[in-house]
């Protein structure tokens, strides 16, 4: 059965804390996404990999930064938390072979920062 | 840019109710698009995808979605649904070279029994 890890189900931090989200994939998969999910805005992509080392911005990549040193672990890095970056972070991972593949999801890491 | 809009934010419905929900994208190449389902508390899984073929695509638990390529439209549809549709839904569609996913808002669907 395939599988997406995040982590941590919860967290909570602090203002200016330097927060890091892990997300581990079981499938081989080259592409590999952090999105966030808000109520009423769907889910915004941050950022994607598409290759060890290799790095894209998507829609709301302020504030984040990502790290993928090896293909199956995605990482996402909050600099300085602050508190408008609560909210529920998804990580998934799809394989590159075509389009019309299916992402697969982690379970979410919802953050808090106070 | 690649757009996904999906009209309805919440849809009320009872129990054996016919289901449509809208999704309309914006995107000039060869799409391929997906539907998504969130049940509470649980992770996001595919509900049925489009990339080739046959304009009508049958799903899981009975859902199906047609590709209408001149209205750029994805439309979700079940004939009857049940209490435990009760989910958050969301329409997406490939684009770009590398892979990405965009995603709509997400529709709330809420069946009363």
């Known amino acids: 059965d395939v599988k997406v890890t995040q982590s941590s189900r919860y967290l909570v931090k602090r203002t200016g804390e330097k927060v890091f989200l892990e997300c581990v994939q079981d499938?081989?998969?080259?592409?590999m996404f952090w999105y966030r999910q808000d109520p009423g805005l769907g889910l915004r992509l941050i950022y994607f990999?598409?290759?060890?080392?290799?790095?894209e911005k998507g829609d709301i990549p302020e504030g984040y930064s990502v790290s993928r040193e090896k293909k199956e672990r995605f990482s996402l890095i909050l600099e300085s938390a602050s508190t408008n970056q609560t909210s529920m972070y998804l990580c998934?991972?799809?394989?590159?072979?075509?389009?019309?593949?299916?992402?697969?999801f982690g379970q979410g890491t919802r953050l808090t920062v106070v | 840019a690649q757009s996904v809009s999906q009209h309805n934010h919440h849809v009320i419905l009872s129990e054996a109710a016919s289901l449509e929900l809208g999704c309309n994208y914006s995107?000039?190449?060869?799409?391929?698009l997906f539907w998504y389902v969130q049940y509470p508390g649980q992770h996001l899984q595919l509900l049925l995808k489009?990339?080739?073929?046959?304009?009508l695509v049958k799903g899981i638990k009975g859902f199906e979605a047609e590709f209408i390529k001149s209205k750029f439209s994805f439309n979700l549809r079940k004939p009857s649904v049940q209490w435990s549709d009760t989910a958050e839904y969301f329409c997406?569609?490939?684009?770009?070279?590398?892979?990405?996913?965009?995603f709509g808002k997400g529709t709330k669907l809420s069946v009363k029994p």
């Open positions: 998934a991972s799809r394989a590159l072979t075509g389009g019309g593949t299916e992402a697969f």
């Open positions: 499938m081989d998969h080259e592409n």
């Open positions: 990999s598409y290759d060890v080392k290799m790095k």
């Open positions: 995107y000039g190449g060869t799409v391929n």
């Open positions: 489009y990339f080739s073929g046959d304009p």
């Open positions: 997406a569609v490939n684009g770009g070279s590398q892979g990405n996913l965009i």
